[in-house]
């Protein structure tokens, strides 16, 4: 079963560029549609952007043009890069991983990014 590990948040001011990374342990790493969540302070965890196992691409209307989810399957990681950050998209930021054919919903442990000067 693949277990996923985020990276990379942190603090950056408005206007700038933060890009967090998935890493997945485990095998078949190819088979997944891989996507990243964000849950901000009282709120719902969001979609923010997918990325199937065919490697298409979809994403939220409040990050469309400003965000890029990308997947390399040799390294079994999933990266999200996000532009023009704005302080509404401070939040934790999950990963999340599940088989093409439906199944077990994975989860990270999530990673904290902060908009804001």
């Known amino acids: 079963q693949v277990q996923l590990v985020e990276s990379g948040g942190g603090l950056v001011q408005p206007g700038g560029s933060l890009s967090v990374a998935c890493a997945a342990s485990?095998?078949?790493?190819?088979?997944?549609?891989m996507g990243w969540y964000r849950q901000a302070p009282g709120k719902q965890r969001e979609l923010v952007a997918v990325?199937?196992?065919?490697?298409?691409?979809n994403y939220a209307d409040s990050v469309k043009g400003r965000f890029t989810i990308s997947r390399d399957n040799a390294k079994n990681t999933v990266y999200l890069q996000m532009n023009d950050l704005k302080p509404e998209d401070t939040a934790v930021y999950y990963c999340?991983?599940?088989?093409?054919?439906?199944?077990?919903?994975?989860w990270g442990q999530g990673t904290q990014v902060t908009v804001s000067a």
């Open positions: 999340n991983a599940r088989p093409y054919y439906g199944g077990v919903n994975l």
């Open positions: 485990g095998s078949a790493f190819s088979i997944y549609n």
């Open positions: 990325i199937t196992a065919g490697g298409s691409t």
